[in-house]
């Protein structure tokens, strides 16, 4: 018997449960979207977002205003859960943090009914999703769950992870493929059915524990892919080849096909997703675990090559001083066309020559009208104010910038839009 979701409850309504709960919505669900954040819940109440997403404020608004969607500080009845909860990183090992999974469950443990599909969508290592099965198994003794009753169990218990991109999120919710783990088969069927209520891809279905890992092994082949790429700019600088061109070249074999160097990887995904399978299996996932130190040290990398061209203009004028150097930044958001700037490398090399660089640091970044308040010591310019600075530092290709001829001055190109090959 297909399942059927009269309403549908959205636990964390951040960058990938809002956009989830509006699409539900869109297809004349009932949504109740929850959150912890009182101030989000009135934002979207209003009809308003509190997140920046192309077309999702179309979406949220209409909705609410149809009445499909309303959001809740705390957890009512419904017959589908979806935990989209942060599942951040702790310590210096990097221990996932369920703890945010572990408050959704015991906030949603005291409506559920039997005949209800518990998904989790957020990001996590392997075996959170029979963490989570025993929460709520604790919380409810008087309902059965699959990890004990298999497919007769009142609750059913799926993986499925979040693949949409930033910046792409309202697309790829309904045309990208979806991975679905159920604890047992009735529970992938129940979670097929929700998903397809909306997804156009195909909802491909396998066990839980595989399911985790392959949200992890998609974002950690990225990760291994990027720090591949910017080990090679480092070999490249040393042995004086450009590196762009060399990956244009070797990208024309019809079986290699290499990412592009950057001065670091951000974001709240690439950077912490391999560190879940890590802590893990730490003996085992070197290469992994390599990745991510190769492409944490790039921003150091990036600030010895600024410091080496400080040296060098002075070594000419031996009446200057490192006080007489203008450096230019372009970019601070960590990845292009956008104006997110959390996890964002660019912005953690340009906070470093602020504190590091005695003249003046310019930032160009057309995306942002203001810097934040922590960022004083930085001059937030246009690209033609900075065009006289004496060290460009390209960090983030955004398109305003490729369509600026290099400027004068000493290049350093984290990006190849200036100085690329082919
Ligand atoms: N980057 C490079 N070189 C490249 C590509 C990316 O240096 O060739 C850098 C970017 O500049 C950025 C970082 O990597 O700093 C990550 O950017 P991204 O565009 O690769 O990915 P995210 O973090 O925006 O989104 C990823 C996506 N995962 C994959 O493409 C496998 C997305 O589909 C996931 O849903 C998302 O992570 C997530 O939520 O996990």
């Not at 059927?4 to 699409?23: C, D, H, K, N, Q």
């Not at 999702?56 to 809740?72: F, K, M, P």
């Not at 070197?286 to 040296?311: G, M, S, T």
Request: proline share 6%.
């Amino acid at each position: 018997m297909t399942a059927r979701f009269e309403t549908i409850s959205v636990v964390g309504l951040g960058y990938i449960g809002l956009p989830t709960a509006a699409m539900f919505a869109s297809r004349k669900t009932k949504v109740i979207g929850v959150d912890v954040n009182a101030r989000a819940v009135d934002t979207i109440n209003r009809g308003e977002i509190h997140i920046v997403e192309p077309d999702l404020d179309i979406a949220v608004h209409s909705a609410v205003t149809e009445g499909y969607l309303r959001a809740s500080t705390q957890a009512e009845v419904a017959d589908a859960f979806l935990i989209a909860v942060p599942t951040p990183f702790r310590g210096n090992d990097h221990e996932p943090d369920l703890s945010y999974i572990e408050a959704a469950a015991r906030a949603i443990a005291p409506v559920l009914s039997p005949g209800n599909l518990v998904v989790l969508e957020s990001t996590s290592p392997v075996g959170a999703t029979e963490q989570l099965a025993g929460w709520l198994a604790e919380a409810r003794p008087d309902l059965s769950f699959p990890q004990a009753a298999g497919d007769a169990s009142d609750i059913r218990i799926a993986y499925c992870p979040e693949r949409v991109l930033p910046g792409k999120v309202m697309q790829e919710l309904i045309h990208n493929d979806r991975v679905i783990g159920g604890m047992t088969p009735r529970c992938s069927d129940a979670a097929v059915a929700l998903y397809k209520l909306f997804v156009e891809g195909d909802c491909v279905v396998t066990n839980a524990r595989t399911a985790e890992m392959a949200k992890l092994t998609e974002n950690s082949f990225r990760d291994v892919n990027i720090a591949f790429a910017n080990e090679l700019s480092v070999i490249c600088d040393k042995l004086d080849i450009n590196v762009w061109e060399l990956i244009a070249l070797a990208n024309r074999h019809p079986r290699v096909n290499i990412l592009q160097p950057g001065p670091g990887v951000g974001g709240h995904c690439i950077a912490v997703d391999p560190w879940f399978i890590v802590s893990r299996t730490p003996d085992e996932a070197q290469l992994i675990r390599a990745a991510r130190e190769v492409n944490d040290a790039k921003p150091q990398w990036v600030l010895r090559k600024v410091q080496e061209a400080v040296a060098h203009l002075l070594e000419g004028n031996p009446g200057k001083s490192p006080a007489d150097v203008t450096v230019a930044c372009y970019g601070l958001s960590f990845k292009p066309d956008i104006d997110d700037l959390r996890e964002s490398p660019a912005l953690a090399i340009a906070q470093a020559l602020a504190g590091a660089h005695a003249g003046r640091v310019l930032v160009v970044e057309p995306n942002v009208v203001a810097l934040p308040a922590t960022l004083e010591r930085l001059e937030l310019v246009s690209i033609q104010d900075a065009a006289t600075a004496d060290i460009q530092l390209l960090l983030v290709d955004h398109r305003e910038f490729r369509a600026t001829t290099q400027p004068s001055g000493q290049i350093i190109d984290c990006r190849g839009i200036w100085v690329g090959g082919q």
